[in-house]
């Protein structure tokens, strides 16, 4: 990695909603960071229960290769795992979408998780 930041995005009055973790890789070697970097996207969302892939993210966020899945329950410290890559400028970036104690977080079912989520984008 050449540069990195961590960005946590909450709304006001509730606990965090967002980590966001982007990073510049080498030029030289994005190609292999970028297919270890699915790899692993593949593994975690493959062995998270009831996890399901969202198809919809590429065409949201046209431009970017991107990957996501979400659970379809309101369980878990992590209910949206996403990884997007900026291949003209070498970027990786990684989303976690947070589950938090209810009365912590702004959402209640998962219909209001999935419109704040496309509401994030």
Not at 75 to 88: H, M, N, Q, S, T
Not at 91 to 98: D, R, V
Not at 99 to 109: G, M, V
């Amino acid at each position: 990695m050449i540069a990195g930041l961590r960005i946590m995005f909450a709304y006001p009055g509730y606990d965090f909603f967002a980590n966001v973790k982007a990073e510049r890789l080498p030029p030289a070697e994005y190609p292999r960071l970028k297919q270890i970097l699915i790899e692993n996207f593949n593994y975690v969302s493959g062995s998270t229960p009831s996890a399901k892939p969202n198809d919809s993210i590429a065409s949201i966020l046209g431009g970017l290769d991107a990957r996501g899945t979400d659970r379809e329950r309101l369980e878990g410290g992590v209910i949206g795992f996403y990884v997007l890559f900026d291949d003209k400028r070498y970027i990786a970036t990684t989303i976690y979408l947070l589950n938090q104690e209810s009365s912590r977080r702004n959402f209640q079912t998962p219909e209001e998780y999935r419109k704040l989520r496309d509401r994030f984008w």
